[in-house]
């Protein structure tokens, strides 16, 4: 997880105004869905940064419709002594995830004073006993679904000191990728967990074939632009894997962090909550399989410090209470999201106004429910064609918008940049 008051200086300013990328509907790949996707539900978690849940807290994660939660897996806290593993504490929020069906995306991050000087991996003793280390907890959770992500962030200097190093890092993926295939050969292994705009980096990835060891390349997609700008992106990675040659099978992209601070420049809590919903909903449409919002719960209460803005409940614990943290806008934004798609996967992007104008299908067998909303600054009327009889209307913070019907020129809704769901037939 980078420093976001970095990113709060360095990249462009938010606003919902800003126009989508014209080339969106055009760009390869984009909005187009991936074979074989996981329902909604099954596709979207949340970070976070404890072991030990307040009582309540895993309940309500689960009640968000969340389905995976992502946390670091500390080598220094697991290896106190050379070659003795105590992954207890780790059992323990298994345990918790376990019993409200959330599955773990552990990040396997950072060094261990036993083997290194910070917490960089650099030398072949310290790769060596990394790799070790990562296949005993692989071994240990072995069959309980848990995902295996391969370091956090290895191009910021903050993780990877004194500066990032491709090199040094693709040789401990090498290492863990040859290791994980002989003795854990059925553990999900994904890196490299970098920003995606950082293709210097990840072009090293896959020029090292790093990415043959792993089901997935992982990428931070943090933004102050419109979400929408991330399909680009997305196409761009893509084009790279394409390029690398033979020998991969279908690859997939995850969105492994990714979030908006409701403190940055132009932002607010409501706004948060717009931008949550569009960017679960920008991953569903461009074949993102997986997509973890930074962060749960807010890391603080200080309001001039960006960094402790970015969660879906506020910081306070409030014993005793249901529920257990105060929720924000966001987390009633992804509560409705996931209740209205639950069981749906992505079908299409409607061609309907204009590049800005985002028309998404979903479906569930015979079922369909749309979603739409505009990156446009004024709100717009657009007509979707081939639909019949009567919608029910939901607001994306789960309110009841109220009934459109179609007529013969298709059903005529209006929409603003806040998406809304539409279920027919009700």
Not at 176 to 183: I, M, P
Not at 337 to 364: A, H, I
Request: net charge negative; proline share 6%.
């Amino acid at each position: 997880m980078i420093l976001r008051s970095v990113l709060a200086i360095v990249a462009l300013v938010l606003s919902l105004a800003i126009s989508a990328d014209n080339r969106s509907i055009e760009c390869a790949g984009c909005w187009t869905p991936a074979p074989n996707s996981p329902t909604v539900e099954e596709s979207l978690g949340v970070n976070i940064h404890f072991i030990d849940p307040q009582p309540g807290e895993v309940k309500m994660i689960a009640d968000a419709g969340f389905r995976w939660v992502r946390m670091d897996f500390i080598w220094q806290d697991t290896e106190r002594q050379r070659g003795q593993y105590d992954f207890s504490s780790y059992d323990l929020l298994l345990k918790q995830l376990d019993e409200f069906h959330l599955r773990a995306l552990f990040i396997l991050d950072y060094g261990n004073s036993l083997y290194t000087d910070g917490k960089s991996v650099r030398t072949p003793e310290a790769r060596a006993a990394f790799a070790r280390w990562a296949v005993a907890a692989a071994k240990h959770f072995s069959g309980r679904g848990v995902m295996w992500e391969l370091f956090n962030e290895p191009n910021n200097q903050m993780f990877w000191p004194p500066q990032p190093n491709a090199e040094e890092y693709n040789a401990l993926a090498q290492e863990v990728g040859r290791a994980f295939h002989s003795s854990v050969p059925n553990e999900q292994l994904i890196g490299p967990a970098v920003d995606a705009g950082d293709l210097k980096f990840l072009q090293s990835c896959v020029n090292g074939r790093s990415h043959d060891w792993w089901s997935a390349l992982s990428v931070h997609p943090y933004r102050q632009t419109n979400p929408e700008t991330v399909a680009a992106a997305y196409a761009r990675l893509r084009e790279m894997i394409d390029q690398s040659g033979p020998g991969q099978r279908q690859f997939n992209i995850i969105s492994s962090e990714w979030g908006y601070s409701s403190t940055w420049p132009r932002m607010n809590e409501d706004r948060q909550a717009v931008m949550l919903t569009r960017q679960f909903l920008t991953n569903l449409a461009n074949g993102i399989p997986l997509s973890i919002w930074y962060d749960w719960r807010d890391d603080g209460a200080d309001p001039n410090e960006g960094e402790h803005h970015f969660g879906l409940v506020r910081h306070e614990y409030k014993a005793g209470s249901t529920p257990a943290f105060e929720p924000k806008p966001a987390f009633l934004a992804a509560r409705t999201l996931t209740t209205m798609l639950k069981g749906f996967r992505f079908q299409q992007r409607l061609n309907v106004g204009g590049p800005e104008d985002y028309v998404l299908s979903f479906v569930k067998g015979d079922e369909l429910r749309i979603v739409a909303w505009t990156t446009s600054n004024v709100p717009r009327r657009v007509a979707i064609p081939q639909l019949s009889g009567q919608f029910s209307v939901t607001t994306m913070s789960g309110r009841d918008g109220g009934r459109v019907r179609a007529t013969h020129d298709g059903l005529m809704i209006d929409i603003s940049a806040l998406p809304v769901y539409l279920v027919v037939g009700n």
